[in-house]
């Protein structure tokens, strides 16, 4: 150790210490260190003092302003519980036409509704709605038994193909297994769905395949889908015109269903769902369809 001496650079005093020929400055500490330090102990203490802190044998410290976050949870729920009930009394006795036009009632469906069809329906048709193999598109294509507001909620009501005893009923016939038609006129006619919808196709085909396919058409499946193949809502049969396909509109998947046929199924959500959430999903539905139209 050294004697103690005054740097000639920075004119402090040593301590007295060296290593190696480096001797170590007795320097203050820096005043904003001393400035934060005293502020940050100001801080705390006035924190401890002002707001709940210490624990105690049968509780803790409420700080002298009375700051409580429990009650201030507790009253935020109620609020909000009471915010919900405003809208939840004008979403069940509005009409669908008065509450698609209210844009603040609409502000309120598509929170809600979104956490609804999350929660309940997106397992199937996909978060934003467009579907999934098996699963239609209900954002974008036509509803098997049409689009107005009752269909669709009434089909949220009872399901397709449900245990519902007003459920919606429907199925696609096998027509190949069950040897309605031959392998080849269900190839025929596969060939022709796909031209419905893609009238290019038809260049792909003879007259005489393209005449033949129509025909058998007419004669098995305009009943349900129509003489021009664009679908009944009365008995739930898809248009086969559109580009919207439920299992898929390669020659394949159409051909796998004519020869197999289809029997989707949607659950009945009365007795899951209150007549307010299923209010609530049919709107929601019906803003995801008209916003994808615009």
């Known amino acids: 150790m050294s004697v103690k001496e005054r740097d000639p650079v920075t004119g402090h005093i040593t301590t007295g210490h060296e290593w190696n020929g480096i001797k170590e400055l007795n320097t203050p500490v820096p005043k904003p260190v001393w400035a934060f330090l005293i502020g940050a102990s100001a801080f705390a203490i006035a924190w ?4 709940p802190s210490w624990p105690g044998v049968s509780g803790y410290f409420g700080g002298l302003l009375g700051a409580d976050q429990h009650k201030a949870v507790a009253e935020s729920i109620v609020e909000a519980t009471d915010a919900k009930a405003s809208w939840t009394d004008t979403i069940v006795s509005g009409s669908y036409k008065d509450l698609l036009a209210n844009d603040d009632a609409m502000k309120f469906v598509r929170v ?3 956490t609804l069809f999350g929660d309940n329906c997106a397992a199937c048709h996909g978060l934003n709605a467009q579907g999934n193999p098996g699963y239609p598109n ?10 107005d507001p009752e269909t669709i909620a009434e089909t949220i009501r009872v399901g397709i193909n449900s245990q519902h005893p007003d459920t919606r009923v429907s199925q696609m016939l096998a027509f190949g297994r069950d040897q309605m038609l ?6 025929q006619v596969a060939h022709y769905v796909l031209t419905l919808s893609d009238p290019a196709k038809a260049a792909q085909m003879t007259p005489e395949a393209l005449a033949e396919g129509k025909q058998i ?3 098995n499946c305009s009943s349900c889908h129509g003489d021009d193949g664009k679908g009944l809502p009365d008995s739930g049969a898809a248009d086969l015109t559109d580009q919207f396909w439920i299992y898929g509109g390669d020659f394949d998947t159409v051909r796998a269903t004519i020869y197999s046929g289809r029997q989707g199924h ?4 009365e007795g899951r769902l209150s007549d ?3 209010k609530l999903l049919a709107l929601y539905v019906l803003d ?3 916003k994808e139209a615009q």
Request: charged share 15%; proline share 8%; aromatic share 12%.
């Open 182 to 187: 031959t392998l080849p006129q269900v190839d």
């Open 138 to 147: 209900i954002a974008q294509a036509p509803t098997l038994w049409g689009s």
């Open 48 to 51: 401890t003092v002002l707001m």
């Open 266 to 269: 949607m659950p009945s959500w």
């Open 217 to 219: 058409f007419a004669d």
């Open 112 to 114: 809600g509704g979104k």
């Open 276 to 278: 307010y959430q299923r």
């Open 288 to 290: 995801l369809r008209s």
